[in-house]
């Protein structure tokens, strides 16, 4: 078993936050960056497998002010020596999988062979639907939705999960989807340079392209899944070869998922699978309490 830490940035604490716009405030942003450091170096010299970070936008609110979890990523791993880092997660259906592919392979590169990968849907419309847009025109998607706009953001997570893949383990990449298509058809492309060292041309036209770099892990980085809940995500996660990481759930149905992910993959029983939970550290219960209250409570009551 292998700890981890997750973090949601959070800008100032409750009365802060309650004054308004923390999520603007330099100074408070400045405040994050020393704490969390500190507790990685901490982490790090303790013996943790790794830390991760969330992907959010336009939270002026400053409860998740992580735009760019792999600058996080970066920031914090040049204070470290050994721990990992990752993401949890980079939103797919939002992104360019291109783009996604390279920033966590120079991640992995410039860390050593640090970086985990962690993918998620996105379920936050305010900033889904705008990133989005000029992508596929997909929206955020809660968990329990099944409707058609759960249906198109599952299949562009899908697809943006395919590329990155190739991207990271194919000399060259070529592919035709519903969303991209790499490269666009009947590019031009005469370069001789091109034609004399490198590759993917026919006839003067672009018939592949080659993502560089590639990771330093071999064949990728670790990647996960948060925060499965659903069969559908376990199934998938299991025939991928993915970590899901299960949020706290009724302890019958968190039992069920375990089963159903080494029933698809085949592998022994919890292997492929974490939980996230919620710790406060004090010296004494009470104090832990109201904490909590301040912290978790508060938070999970004015955003979720």
């Not at 990752?86 to 920033?103: C, H, T, Y």
């Not at 194919?170 to 001789?192: R, S």
């Not at 003067?204 to 993502?211: D, F, I, R, W």
Request: hydrophobic residues 40%; negative net charge; proline residues 5%.
């Amino acid at each position: 078993m292998k700890a981890s830490l997750f973090y949601l940035p959070t800008l100032g604490n409750r009365a802060q936050i309650e004054s308004g716009m923390a999520g603007m405030r330099g100074d408070l942003y400045q405040q994050m960056l020393r704490e969390i450091s500190e507790q990685v170096r901490l982490a790090d010299d303790l013996g943790y497998d790794s830390v991760s970070f969330t992907e959010h936008h336009f939270h002026i609110e400053g409860f998740e002010v992580s735009n760019n979890p792999v600058l996080l990523d970066l920031y914090f791993a040049m204070q470290t020596k050994r721990i990992r880092v990752g993401q949890l997660g980079i939103v797919l259906p939002a992104s360019n999988p291109i783009r996604v592919a390279e920033d966590i392979a120079m991640l992995d590169q410039m860390t050593g062979g640090r970086a985990c990968a962690g993918f998620a849907r996105g379920y936050q419309r305010r900033w889904v639907d705008v990133l989005g847009q000029q992508t596929h025109g997909i929206h955020g998607a809660l968990p329990h939705q099944h409707d058609e706009i759960d249906a198109a953001n599952r299949a562009a997570f899908e697809e943006c999960f395919r590329i990155i893949k190739k991207a990271w383990t194919e000399p060259m990449l070529a592919y035709q989807g519903k969303y991209w298509k790499i490269p666009v058809a009947g590019t031009p492309w005469t370069l001789d340079t091109t034609a004399k060292w490198g590759a993917g041309v026919e006839d003067g036209v672009l018939k592949a392209v080659g993502v560089v770099p590639k990771p330093l892990q071999k064949p990728h980085p670790p990647i996960f899944q948060p925060f499965a809940s659903s069969e559908n995500s376990i199934r998938w996660c299991a025939r991928e070869s993915v970590t899901a990481i299960l949020p706290a759930m009724h302890r019958a149905h968190e039992e069920r998922l375990f089963d159903l992910y080494a029933e698809v993959s085949g592998r022994p029983r919890g292997q492929g699978m974490g939980i996230l939970r919620d710790v406060i550290i004090a010296d004494n219960d009470a104090e832990a309490v109201a904490m909590w209250e301040d912290s978790g409570v508060f938070s999970g009551r004015a955003w979720f």
